[in-house]
Nanobody, 125 residues
Framework: EVQLVESGGGLVQPGGSLNLSCATSGFIFDDYAIAWFRQAPGKEREGVSCYSISDDEAFYADSVKGRFTISSDNAKSTVYLQMNSLSPEDTAIYYC??????????????????WGPGTLVTVSS
């Protein structure tokens, strides 16, 4: 069974940083891509970033480009999202999701086969 669990969310001041983790299990890590999404209150879900593990290729939404970095630790089957220069507009629940093989960017919901429960990121002074 494919499982994803996010961690690392919390309260941070504007300009601060957080490093989110997406721990995965139940599948061959190298055969998948992992995407990060976020959903703020009253807003639609937004694709933030995606990482194709086998190709070492990353994609980013324009809203986070230059501030967020996606990476993986293949030995731990974990994907990270390093978030820097955070602003209140980054406040949201952050989810990771898996897709077979390579990233589809922009993301396509029907290609995502598993989701984590999410982790809350709050950027506030």
């Amino acid at each position: 069974e494919v499982q994803l669990v996010e961690s690392g969310g919390g309260l941070v001041q504007p300009g601060g940083s957080l490093n989110l983790s997406c721990a995965t299990s139940g599948f061959i890590f190298d055969d998948y891509a992992i995407a990060w999404f976020r959903q703020a209150p009253g807003k639609e879900r937004e694709g933030v970033s995606c990482y194709s593990i086998s190709d070492d290729e990353a994609f980013y939404a324009d809203s986070v480009k230059g501030r967020f970095t996606i990476s993986s630790d293949n030995a731990k089957s974990t994907v990270y999202l390093q978030m820097n220069s955070l602003s209140p507009e980054d406040t949201a629940i952050y989810y990771c999701a898996s897709e077979v093989a390579l990233c589809t960017w922009p993301p396509a919901d029907d290609l995502l086969n598993a989701w984590g429960p999410g982790t809350l990121v709050t950027v506030s002074s």
